[in-house]
Protein backbone atom coordinates (compact mmCIF):
# COMPACT_ATOMS: atom_id res chain seq x y z
CA UNK A 1 0.00 0.00 0.00
CA UNK A 2 2.67 2.43 0.94
CA UNK A 3 4.47 2.32 -2.42
CA UNK A 4 1.54 2.78 -3.93
CA UNK A 5 1.04 5.74 -2.38
CA UNK A 6 4.74 6.78 -2.72
CA UNK A 7 4.12 6.30 -6.33
CA UNK A 8 1.10 8.27 -7.14
CA UNK A 9 2.49 11.19 -4.91
CA UNK A 10 5.47 10.95 -7.42
CA UNK A 11 3.40 11.07 -10.62
CA UNK A 12 1.39 14.45 -9.24
CA UNK A 13 4.36 16.03 -8.11
CA UNK A 14 5.98 15.63 -11.78
CA UNK A 15 2.67 16.45 -13.22
CA UNK A 16 2.71 19.78 -11.09
CA UNK A 17 6.11 20.63 -12.35
CA UNK A 18 5.10 20.37 -16.00
CA UNK A 19 2.42 22.55 -15.19
CA UNK A 20 4.80 25.03 -13.46
CA UNK A 21 8.73 23.90 -12.42
CA UNK A 22 8.16 25.98 -8.77
CA UNK A 23 4.75 24.67 -8.32
CA UNK A 24 4.86 24.66 -4.21
CA UNK A 25 6.07 28.27 -4.71
CA UNK A 26 2.84 29.12 -6.15
CA UNK A 27 0.81 28.89 -3.60
CA UNK A 28 -2.31 27.85 -5.99
CA UNK A 29 -5.79 26.59 -4.05
CA UNK A 30 -5.86 22.91 -4.68
CA UNK A 31 -9.01 23.16 -2.15
CA UNK A 32 -11.10 24.90 -4.74
CA UNK A 33 -10.11 22.70 -7.64
CA UNK A 34 -11.29 19.80 -4.89
CA UNK A 35 -14.57 21.03 -3.83
CA UNK A 36 -15.33 21.83 -7.47
CA UNK A 37 -14.55 18.43 -8.75
CA UNK A 38 -16.69 16.93 -6.30
CA UNK A 39 -19.72 19.70 -7.43
CA UNK A 40 -18.96 17.54 -11.31
CA UNK A 41 -18.94 14.55 -9.87
CA UNK A 42 -22.41 15.11 -8.60
CA UNK A 43 -23.16 15.42 -12.45
CA UNK A 44 -22.12 12.52 -13.34
CA UNK A 45 -24.25 10.81 -10.56
CA UNK A 46 -27.26 12.60 -11.22
CA UNK A 47 -29.33 14.90 -8.62
CA UNK A 48 -31.90 17.04 -10.56
CA UNK A 49 -35.05 15.76 -9.35
CA UNK A 50 -36.79 17.21 -12.45
CA UNK A 51 -35.39 15.05 -15.49
CA UNK A 52 -34.52 11.17 -15.87
CA UNK A 53 -30.44 10.45 -14.82
CA UNK A 54 -28.99 7.55 -14.48
CA UNK A 55 -25.45 7.04 -12.40
CA UNK A 56 -22.53 6.93 -15.02
CA UNK A 57 -20.33 4.85 -13.04
CA UNK A 58 -16.75 5.05 -15.33
CA UNK A 59 -16.63 8.40 -15.45
CA UNK A 60 -18.15 8.87 -11.39
CA UNK A 61 -14.96 6.26 -11.05
CA UNK A 62 -12.62 9.30 -13.07
CA UNK A 63 -14.17 12.31 -11.45
CA UNK A 64 -13.02 10.49 -8.26
CA UNK A 65 -9.62 10.39 -9.49
CA UNK A 66 -9.88 13.63 -10.29
CA UNK A 67 -10.41 14.78 -6.49
CA UNK A 68 -7.43 12.44 -5.95
CA UNK A 69 -5.06 14.24 -8.10
CA UNK A 70 -6.36 17.47 -6.50
CA UNK A 71 -6.02 15.85 -2.89
CA UNK A 72 -2.51 14.57 -3.47
CA UNK A 73 -1.12 18.18 -4.44
CA UNK A 74 -2.90 19.63 -1.49
CA UNK A 75 -0.87 17.45 0.65
CA UNK A 76 1.98 17.80 -1.38
CA UNK A 77 2.33 21.18 -1.20
CA UNK A 78 2.61 21.55 2.98
CA UNK A 79 5.83 20.51 2.62
CA UNK A 80 6.05 16.84 4.23
CA UNK A 81 8.38 14.51 2.52
CA UNK A 82 6.51 11.56 0.19
CA UNK A 83 7.35 8.53 3.42
CA UNK A 84 5.87 11.22 5.75
CA UNK A 85 2.86 11.55 3.68
CA UNK A 86 2.44 7.87 2.55
CA UNK A 87 2.76 7.24 6.36
CA UNK A 88 -0.26 9.49 6.42
CA UNK A 89 -2.30 8.38 3.73
CA UNK A 90 -1.67 4.84 5.50
CA UNK A 91 -3.07 5.87 8.71
CA UNK A 92 -6.16 7.43 7.57
CA UNK A 93 -7.30 5.15 4.88
CA UNK A 94 -10.43 4.59 6.73
CA UNK A 95 -13.94 5.36 5.55
CA UNK A 96 -16.01 6.76 8.35
CA UNK A 97 -19.53 4.84 9.04
CA UNK A 98 -21.16 7.96 8.59
CA UNK A 99 -23.49 8.84 5.42
CA UNK A 100 -24.83 5.69 3.15
CA UNK A 101 -26.29 8.29 0.80
CA UNK A 102 -23.61 8.78 -2.18
CA UNK A 103 -24.20 12.99 -2.66
CA UNK A 104 -24.09 13.32 0.61
CA UNK A 105 -21.08 11.65 1.19
CA UNK A 106 -19.45 13.96 -1.44
CA UNK A 107 -21.13 17.20 0.09
CA UNK A 108 -19.59 16.20 3.05
CA UNK A 109 -16.43 16.05 1.48
CA UNK A 110 -16.54 19.32 -0.44
CA UNK A 111 -17.74 21.25 3.19
CA UNK A 112 -14.83 19.88 4.99
CA UNK A 113 -12.46 21.21 1.96
CA UNK A 114 -13.98 24.33 2.06
CA UNK A 115 -14.27 24.93 5.78
CA UNK A 116 -10.63 23.91 6.02
CA UNK A 117 -9.16 24.22 2.78
CA UNK A 118 -7.67 20.75 3.59
CA UNK A 119 -8.07 17.34 1.99
CA UNK A 120 -10.23 14.66 4.65
CA UNK A 121 -8.52 11.17 3.59
CA UNK A 122 -11.05 9.38 5.66
CA UNK A 123 -13.94 11.26 3.56
CA UNK A 124 -12.08 10.94 0.53
CA UNK A 125 -12.32 6.85 1.53
CA UNK A 126 -15.78 7.12 1.77
CA UNK A 127 -16.43 7.92 -1.57
CA UNK A 128 -14.69 4.72 -2.78
CA UNK A 129 -16.27 2.73 -0.66
CA UNK A 130 -19.83 3.54 -1.59
CA UNK A 131 -18.81 3.14 -5.32
CA UNK A 132 -16.72 -0.35 -4.74
CA UNK A 133 -13.76 1.16 -5.54
CA UNK A 134 -10.79 -0.21 -4.01
CA UNK A 135 -7.01 0.87 -3.89
CA UNK A 136 -5.90 -1.47 -7.00
CA UNK A 137 -8.91 -0.02 -8.95
CA UNK A 138 -7.82 3.62 -7.77
CA UNK A 139 -4.06 3.32 -8.62
CA UNK A 140 -4.68 2.09 -12.27
CA UNK A 141 -7.55 4.49 -12.95
CA UNK A 142 -5.19 7.38 -11.11
CA UNK A 143 -2.65 6.37 -13.89
CA UNK A 144 -4.28 6.69 -16.64
CA UNK A 145 -5.39 9.82 -15.77
CA UNK A 146 -1.97 11.19 -15.01
CA UNK A 147 -1.08 9.80 -18.52
CA UNK A 148 -3.96 11.85 -19.98
CA UNK A 149 -2.81 14.97 -18.50
CA UNK A 150 0.41 15.03 -19.78
CA UNK A 151 -1.07 14.26 -23.02
CA UNK A 152 -3.51 17.35 -22.91
CA UNK A 153 0.00 19.33 -21.66
CA UNK A 154 1.92 17.84 -25.06
CA UNK A 155 -0.88 18.46 -27.14
CA UNK A 156 -1.01 22.79 -26.24
CA UNK A 157 -3.50 22.03 -23.11
CA UNK A 158 -2.23 25.40 -21.79
CA UNK A 159 -2.04 27.73 -24.69
CA UNK A 160 -5.53 26.46 -25.86
CA UNK A 161 -4.46 24.45 -29.18
CA UNK A 162 -5.44 21.08 -27.43
CA UNK A 163 -9.48 19.36 -28.38
CA UNK A 164 -10.94 17.59 -25.55
CA UNK A 165 -13.50 15.85 -27.64
CA UNK A 166 -12.74 13.57 -30.30
CA UNK A 167 -15.04 11.98 -32.42
CA UNK A 168 -17.98 13.09 -30.51
CA UNK A 169 -16.53 12.00 -27.30
CA UNK A 170 -14.58 13.64 -24.36
CA UNK A 171 -11.11 12.95 -23.84
CA UNK A 172 -12.33 11.13 -20.53
CA UNK A 173 -14.61 8.45 -22.29
CA UNK A 174 -11.84 7.76 -24.36
CA UNK A 175 -9.61 7.19 -21.50
CA UNK A 176 -12.37 4.78 -19.49
CA UNK A 177 -12.83 2.72 -23.02
CA UNK A 178 -9.01 2.42 -22.89
CA UNK A 179 -8.50 1.53 -19.21
CA UNK A 180 -11.48 -1.59 -19.63
CA UNK A 181 -8.68 -2.81 -22.14
CA UNK A 182 -6.41 -2.62 -19.26
CA UNK A 183 -5.81 -3.59 -15.63
CA UNK A 184 -2.77 -2.40 -13.29
CA UNK A 185 -0.66 -5.48 -14.11
CA UNK A 186 -0.39 -4.04 -17.39
CA UNK A 187 3.30 -3.79 -18.45
CA UNK A 188 4.42 -0.07 -18.22
CA UNK A 189 1.16 0.75 -17.94
CA UNK A 190 1.87 4.34 -18.34
CA UNK A 191 3.49 4.25 -21.83
CA UNK A 192 0.76 1.56 -23.35
CA UNK A 193 -2.19 4.54 -22.13
CA UNK A 194 -0.50 7.17 -23.65
CA UNK A 195 -0.05 5.29 -26.80
CA UNK A 196 -3.37 4.28 -26.92
CA UNK A 197 -4.17 7.55 -26.29
CA UNK A 198 -2.11 8.74 -29.41
CA UNK A 199 -3.90 6.56 -31.49
CA UNK A 200 -7.19 7.39 -30.70
CA UNK A 201 -6.34 11.33 -30.95
CA UNK A 202 -7.41 12.88 -34.65
CA UNK A 203 -4.15 12.83 -36.58
CA UNK A 204 -4.21 16.76 -37.67
CA UNK A 205 -3.57 17.82 -34.30
CA UNK A 206 -0.89 15.50 -33.42
Not at 61 to 83: P, Y
Not at 119 to 144: A, K, N
Not at 157 to 178: P, T
Not at 189 to 198: D, N
Amino acid sequence: MRQAFISMLELQDKMNCKVHPQWRQQNYPWYRALWTECAELMDHHGWKWWKHQQPDLPQIHLEIVDIWHFGLSLLLSTGASLDQLAEQLEQQWTSPDTDTDFLRAVEALALDTLQGQQFSIPLFCRLLELTDFDLVQLYQQYVGKNVLNFFRQDHGYKDGRYHKVWSGKEDNEHLAEILQQMDAQTPDLQTAVYQALAQRYPQSDL
